[in-house]
């Protein structure tokens, strides 16, 4: 579920933002990325939806005690960013967004190279339509990389996190995945 696959897809603003980051520079100045920094990044890929007009439409939420509880969990719970190990942030930066390793085939675990090719299994691949962190071009990339002669796709229409805890999501997404297990 929204998962990147090409970390270089012409609308992916975060791996063009990272791409000229000098990482190596970052970490060792830093040490471990303060997770605020991230949230502040990941908050200026699309600052007027997510830095204004959420707050804009909470009004709409103050009558019902219900929807602004729930408004002010998710804004504590997103705000609530762990500092990134600084060594596995280098790696990840490096290899997935400013060399694209995955999606050239070149990313190595332990001693073995990761081929997507070779994924033979059925894959169902599931992506959000507005998602600012993983466009969907990122995702269903997927489907030109993967082996398997059983792929499908699920787009939802929200974003990164709106497709795991939006009532919606709770009515669309786990219906379609169980469908796409019990075909299968």
């Avoid at 933002?17 to 190596?24: E, F, G, K, N």
């Avoid at 997103?78 to 400013?98: L, M, T, V």
């Avoid at 995955?102 to 190279?113: P, S």
């Avoid at 059925?122 to 969907?136: E, G, I, K, M, R």
Wanted: charged share 20%; aromatic share 12%.
């Amino acid at each position: 579920m929204v998962t990147p696959v090409d970390f270089q897809t012409p609308d992916n603003l975060l791996s063009q933002l990272i791409r000229y980051v000098d990482v190596d520079l970052l970490v060792d100045t830093l040490g471990n990325l303060p997770g605020q920094m991230l949230n502040f990044a990941f908050l200026s890929l699309s600052p007027f939806r997510l830095a204004g007009q959420k707050y804009v439409d909470l009004t709409d939420a103050f009558d019902d005690a219900q929807a602004l509880k729930n408004f002010l969990r998710m804004e504590k719970w997103i705000f609530d960013s762990p500092d990134q190990a600084g060594e596995a942030f280098r790696q990840f930066a490096k290899d997935f967004f400013q060399q694209n390793k995955l999606v050239k085939g070149e990313v190595v675990i332990g001693d073995r190279r990761v081929d997507l090719h070779e994924v033979a299994m059925p894959v169902f691949n599931v992506y959000a339509t507005q998602d600012h962190l993983v466009p969907p071009s990122a995702s269903r990339a997927l489907a030109d990389c993967c082996g398997s002669r059983d792929y499908s796709e699920f787009s939802f229409r929200g974003g990164h996190i709106g497709i795991y805890v939006s009532a919606r999501a709770q009515r669309e997404v786990p219906p379609a995945i169980a469908a796409w297990l019990l075909a299968r």
